[in-house]
């Protein structure tokens, strides 16, 4: 009996470990929920995407098909012409031509509802400014845009846009609908022969505008972000 007095200590021991692991915290159980919905809206917009593509892909076979259609029925009708009286044969052809045209609008109508769906299931919108300090704009080269590693937009500032950043303007450098997540945005200018790259993470709000301005200052560029839901597109 002595020898084993361990043995019941042992097991609360066991049990504590085994307790203190069931208790996850709230912000990590929150935070893979979260994951799980972003997950989630990806591959809906994704599913999407493929869907309009596809229609895009029905209606270019559609126009061929009805281009030809119309082709073949012009050249019977115009056969036709040929032995019968001229109002019928012109009758025929544009009862044709109005039904090509109702399909015609009906693909379009088609294509336009789904762009919408695409828009609001995205609900997000990126606009990156560029601006310069007091006298920061000297000998500023090309200053270019890369969001998420690609190529985004480039912009080269003639002496006169130079004398706009100087006195207090500011340059929308792009904007555009993206996914609401987070993005990856850097920014690379020249000034004065040197190249100054700054990038900074920013999360895309659903149904709101994200700003992200980079400042020239003191030879370095300093990012800034906000958001807005007072001006989108919705």
């Known amino acids: 009996m002595t020898r ?17 692991q069931q208790q996850e915290p709230d912000s ?6 979260f994951e799980a919905r972003r ?7 994704q599913e999407t995407q493929e869907q309009l593509s596809q229609l ?6 559609l126009e061929a098909r009805v281009e030809n259609v119309l082709a073949a029925t012009m050249e019977k009708r115009a056969r036709t012409l040929l032995m019968s009286s001229e109002q019928n044969a012109m009758l025929q052809l544009d009862g044709t031509l109005t039904a090509a045209q109702d399909n015609m609008l009906a693909q379009r109508d088609r294509m336009r509802a789904l762009g919408d769906a695409v828009r609001r299931r995205t609900g997000a919108v990126l606009v990156v400014l560029f601006r310069a300090d007091s006298g920061q704009a000297t000998g500023l080269g090309p200053v270019d845009l890369k969001i998420d ?7 080269t500032y003639t002496p006169t846009a ?14 555009s609908e993206v996914l609401p997540t987070t993005h990856t945005i850097t920014v690379s200018a020249t000034v004065n022969g040197q190249s100054v790259v ?8 659903r149904e709101a505008v994200t700003y992200v301005q980079f400042t020239m200052r003191n030879g370095q560029l300093v990012p800034s972000t906000w ?8």
């Open 198 to 205: 700054q990038g900074v993470n920013v999360n895309a709000v």
């Open 227 to 234: 958001t807005s839901q007072g001006t989108t597109p919705f």
């Open 56 to 61: 895009r892909g029905e209606r270019v076979q």
């Open 162 to 175: 130079t004398a706009a950043l100087q006195a207090g303007a500011v340059d929308q450098v792009y904007r």
């Open 28 to 33: 990590v159980t929150q935070r893979r929920a």
């Open 4 to 20: 084993n007095w361990w043995v019941p200590l042992a097991l609360a021991m066991m049990a504590g470990a085994a307790h203190a």
């Open 39 to 45: 997950a989630e809206l990806v591959k809906e917009l």
């Open 149 to 155: 590693e690609a190529a985004a937009a480039t912009r």
